[in-house]
């Protein structure tokens, strides 16, 4: 198994790249503000042959490179239904008027190949089995991606911006809810085995067993079905 990984552009969003070795076909996750030229390198490096992006979620710093890097490679881009109007519209993602300036060098709007993704799909490219799990909160179509365990390889879960290291998404952006993340959580993480490897989408990895000892956000009773909130403690400000 191949992953690798970079931060890109003003948000240092973690972009990976995954195949099941070097010199084979590739899935792109998130490829934010300015990641192209990062995952030009990454695939020159291990020779690789992108087959699809996939997206975690529909916010600028994931997706802001999705035109170029589907256009390089003739790919398609997987991201769920809720969140596709953000690829075309990010202003009302950041609760901003449509038309609204931006940061300067970006190409909004759809990829030619755009597909949804479904709660529960699975999907199997570049030779992988990627699991799809919906878990809004952090916008209403945000996602994850989860590798199954291999030989010598644990599980490894794509969780985007719905849990960091020592914390988790922010809600106070448009389509997020801080109930309805608690709720994610506690139905995507919880059940995972602690040594399942988290690569999130901004910051250092971490593992499901490291989280539920220490991040306030994936405590039990926090998290749990009755969606109890947490009020002292606020998620970090990431996009």
Known sequence: ????????????????LLAPAAGEECVIVDP?????DGVAEAVAK???????????????????????VCGAHDVPAWIHPADRYMLAEPEKALGMAVGAPLLGDLTVGEPDDVAELADGAELELAGLNLTVAHAPGHTEGSVTFRLPEQPDVPQVLFSGDLLFAGSIGRTDLPGGDADEILRSLARVCLPLDDSTVVLPGHGPQTTIGRERAGNPFLQEPAAGPAGGTAAPLRPRRRM
């Open 1 to 16: 198994m191949l992953i690798a990984g970079f931060p890109a552009g003003a948000w240092g969003t973690n972009c990976y």
């Open 32 to 36: 934010g503000h300015r990641a192209a």
């Open 46 to 68: 291990h020779r690789l042959k992108p087959v699809a992006v996939v997206l975690t979620h529909g916010h600028l710093d994931h997706v802001a490179s999705v035109i170029p």
